[in-house]
């Protein structure tokens, strides 16, 4: 699977920005998907997961209320879309697929990755 991420940018805070990841290669319509983030001189943090049909997804506290992930598999993208976005919100995302069972906010389990994407949220 190949991914790609955009959509980020430079926003103000309070505003608004919508990530799209565009998939290709092995089924992704098989995959579940996550969100990745990291910020400068921090660890990647998991921010959102979605299983392969769209019905189940899972976000880590700090973006939960904010931050709505959604996928469309007929187009093969997921999409990220950020509310209410904070300063602390700058960094780069990266989406993420993986097929194997496991805990979905583990790095490990996702096994292709895109290239990220930077958001800087400006107080």
């Known amino acids: 699977v190949q991914l790609q991420a955009s959509g980020g940018g430079l926003v103000q805070a309070g505003g608004s920005l919508r990530l799209s990841c565009g998939a290709s290669?092995?089924?992704?319509?098989?995959?579940?998907m996550g969100w990745f983030r990291q910020a400068p001189g921090k660890q990647r943090e998991f921010v959102a997961s979605i299983n392969w049909s769209g019905s189940s997804t899972y976000y880590a506290d700090s973006v939960k209320g904010r931050f709505t992930t959604s996928r469309d598999n007929a187009k093969n993208t997921v999409d990220l879309q950020m509310n209410s976005l904070k300063p602390e919100d700058t960094a780069v995302y990266y989406c993420?697929?993986?097929?194997?069972?496991?805990?979905?906010?583990?790095?490990?389990?996702?096994?292709?990755w895109g290239q990220g994407t930077l958001v800087t949220v400006s107080s």
């Open positions: 993420a697929a993986g097929f194997r069972s496991g805990p979905l906010r583990s790095e490990t389990l996702y096994d292709y």
């Open positions: 290669g092995r089924t992704f319509s098989n995959s579940f």
